[in-house]
């Protein structure tokens, strides 16, 4: 007797949808961003479907104590281009530090989701908030461990 294979999709209104909090002080960018992407995304269940939204929300506080590693903190930019010539606008990480900490995590972990339809949905689920209030304390949201290494 074969036994077959079966590839179970759950469907995104099945998901079982939980808040997490995430502390970033003193935690490094990348390494955070990327276990960040991984739950909004859904990767950390066992019942991923790449085609669907079946991750959760993370609230990440405390994003004005992330840190960087090497001379990242001197050397890295963010640009955007207006889209006219000679548009192409650059800030430093310092600047974006000072102005909006939010940004540098939404970004990171922007740039880690798929780039399409599917993305710009799951970026929604992410909060991000510089110091250690936020507004989401009615959804009761789990502290979700990042290891560091």
Known sequence: MKQEKITRFIK????????????????????????????????????????FDTGDFVVVINASHIKVTGKREFLKTYSHHSGYPGGLKTKSFEEIMAK???????NAVKGMLPKNRLGNKLIKKLKVYAGETHPHAAQKPEPLKILEK
């Open 12 to 51: 995104p209104e099945d998901a079982d949808r939980k808040w997490y909090l995430v502390d970033a002080r003193d935690k490094v960018l990348g390494r955070l961003a990327s276990e960040i992407a991984k739950v909004i995304r859904g990767k950390n269940k066992p019942a991923f479907t790449p085609n």
């Open 100 to 106: 909006k900490p939010e940004f540098i995590i939404e």
